[in-house]
């Protein structure tokens, strides 16, 4: 399959590659994303231009490496993006300098094969009541991977200071994950980095409500219950919300 390209993209990585907060019921795994609407403007300009998506949600990022990156080089991709390391920073405990140690390592093999590599820092959610308490690891990652970056010449799309991503419309239902307005903006980023001229359309979206003292109270436990609460569970038996699920693109394909 990668003979039929001339340039190979292999996508890689945990939800936020996946496209999870962007449904879209006709495409595998029931997702969108941005690497999609990435990958869809890349083609309309170059039909030699395949895609793989080998990101799936829940993924670690020791996951990543040991699942992704071995399937990813088979296809002999001549660009990466790699986000990997969020589900980690959750986590009580995280060993961040030992866990970007191997990070590091797999852009070295991507490189060395081949590949250019654009990496990823993490968004700032320090506005967030909940996931506001992980600002601090989500720096030190951050910094680490701005090294790599610099280290390896690879190139950057620094998430962290992307403060349009503080409008919560950039936000799906469960406040975790991006909306479908949040993956057009994040996929024109991409595109931007990459230097492609064409732009993702963007979906509309209605204006924020204004909500009561009630009303906030009642969407806060709605959220508890059917997101927050689940996302506990698992964690604490021990489950993904990407089990038994596959990669969207395996292979390379034309979207």
């Given at each position: 399959m990668s003979g039929e390209f001339t340039k190979r993209w292999v996508a890689l990585g945990d939800s936020f590659t996946e496209g999870v907060g962007d449904p879209d019921a006709s495409r595998p795994n029931g997702v969108r994303g941005w690497a999609d609407r990435a990958a869809e403007q890349l083609q309309a300009a170059d039909p030699d231009f395949g895609y793989a998506n080998l990101a799936i949600r829940g993924k670690k990022l020791r996951q990543v490496i040991t699942e992704q990156l071995e399937p990813a080089l088979a296809l002999r991709p001549t660009?990466?993006?790699?986000?990997?390391g969020a589900n980690d920073i959750l986590r009580p405990k995280v060993d961040i300098d030992?866990?970007?140690?191997?990070?590091?390592?797999?852009?070295?093999r991507l490189q060395q094969a081949g590949a250019q590599v654009l990496l990823f820092t993490g968004f700032d959610a320090g506005t967030s009541k909940i996931f506001g308490a992980m600002r601090g690891r989500t720096a030190i990652y951050n910094e680490q991977i701005r090294w790599i970056a610099d280290r390896r010449g690879a190139m950057l799309v620094d998430y962290w200071r992307f403060h349009e991503f503080q409008d919560w419309r950039m936000w799906a239902e469960d406040r975790m994950h991006m909306s479908s307005l949040g993956h057009a903006t994040m996929a024109n980023r991409v595109l931007?980095?990459?230097e492609h001229e064409g732009l993702a359309d963007l979906p509309d979206v209605p204006e924020l409500p204004i909500l009561s003292v009630r009303e906030r109270f009642r969407a806060n436990a709605t959220w508890a219950r059917e997101f927050a609460g689940p996302?506990?569970?698992r964690r604490l038996t021990?489950?993904?919300?990407?089990?038994?699920?596959s990669p969207k693109y395996p292979e390379l394909v034309r979207l």
């Open positions: 660009l990466v993006t790699l986000y990997a030992g866990l970007l140690e191997e990070y590091d390592a797999a852009v070295a931007g980095i990459l996302w506990v569970m021990g489950r993904s919300s990407g089990d038994n699920l």
